[in-house]
């Protein structure tokens, strides 16, 4: 039986392949692409079970086996980073991710179609300003005499370096991540905005339900399937907070709150050159992110029939 399938099942792939030749080939640099950054330099994960130098490379160098992730977890650093990183990224999950979802209803609901587009131009641009300018820009509006300090000031706050003080860092770091990002991840609500049968909505009109109802019961099951692919990728991602702009706005004093495990791996490998303890670290974050994303594509199949796979 199996051999007839797998006759079948090469019969198949040989017709198909002869019908749509080109799209496969199209296929080849994407595959490449991915072989060559993202599947070859697993071999490096090699030199986490290893104490690493370059001179004699990763097979010379001497198997330590589990003494760097022991280390790492026995370590004053382990709780304070995995704990930033964990409230790091809850907190962009409670309130980035759904951001986008709000600004492709809200726009959506526009009737204006000028205005509509001016409102998509202004969200997109954050997204495509450098990120050493949008770290400059943070660091001047927050500093003394800053843009937003002299804002806060009004108010009856006193006027302080905001990224000097630990219990400020996360906030501030989620807000600019919001401004940033949230009118580019919008694009792909809008588009599956775009795929909702208009005739849906007629019928609720008629039915007598206001704009506020037709979101709850046509817009947002509408978009439900895509929302939950999405929220399966940040789970994959959950861990991964970007250790760029985390870099580039903290500062020894904000360690306590702003230190995270990419920037920790950063810190350790490159400026400490202790490559085969940062590469442990890195390997036990991708694990539980892995270990994430299979736990939330199980649970978004058993709850909305959509998934990854």
Request: hydrophobic fraction near 50%; aromatic fraction near 18%.
């Amino acid at each position: 039986m199996r051999k007839a399938g797998q006759a079948t099942f090469q019969v198949r792939f040989k017709r198909d392949f002869l019908l749509n030749k080109y799209l496969y080939l199209m296929m080849v640099p994407v595959l490449v692409y991915y072989f060559v950054f993202h599947y070859a330099p697993m071999y490096g994960a090699l030199i986490a079970f290893k104490e690493y130098t370059p001179n004699k490379g990763i097979l010379g160098s001497a198997w330590v086996g589990f003494q760097h992730f022991n280390d790492f977890f026995s370590s004053y650093y382990f709780w304070r980073i995995l704990k930033n990183t964990v409230i790091i990224s809850l907190y962009s999950l409670c309130f980035e991710f759904p951001a986008p979802i709000i600004l492709a209803i809200l726009i959506n609901e526009l009737t204006n179609k000028r205005f509509q587009r001016f409102v998509q131009t202004v969200t997109y641009m954050p997204y495509f300003i450098s990120l050493i300018v949008i770290a400059g820009m943070i660091k001047d509006f927050t500093n003394n005499g800053g843009l937003i300090n002299n804002f806060m000031t009004y108010f009856g706050f006193s006027d302080t370096a905001m990224l000097q003080k630990p219990e400020m860092f996360r906030t501030i770091y989620i807000l600019s991540e919001i401004w940033q990002k949230i009118g580019w991840e919008s694009i792909i609500y809008l588009a599956a905005l775009m795929g909702i049968d208009q005739e849906q909505y007629e019928a609720a009109k008629i039915d007598g339900a206001n704009r506020i109802k037709q979101i709850w019961h046509i817009t947002l099951p509408g978009i439900l399937p895509t929302i939950a692919i999405m929220f399966i990728l940040r789970m994959g991602n959950l861990l991964n907070v970007g250790f760029e702009k985390i870099i580039l706005l903290y500062n020894p004093s904000t360690y306590d709150t702003a230190d995270v495990i990419s920037s920790f791996v950063y810190r350790k490998g490159l400026i400490e050159f202790g490559w085969s303890y940062s590469s442990a670290v890195g390997l036990f974050n991708s694990v539980i992110n892995l270990a994430l994303l299979i736990a939330a594509n199980k649970i978004s199949k058993k709850i909305s029939q959509s998934s990854l796979w």
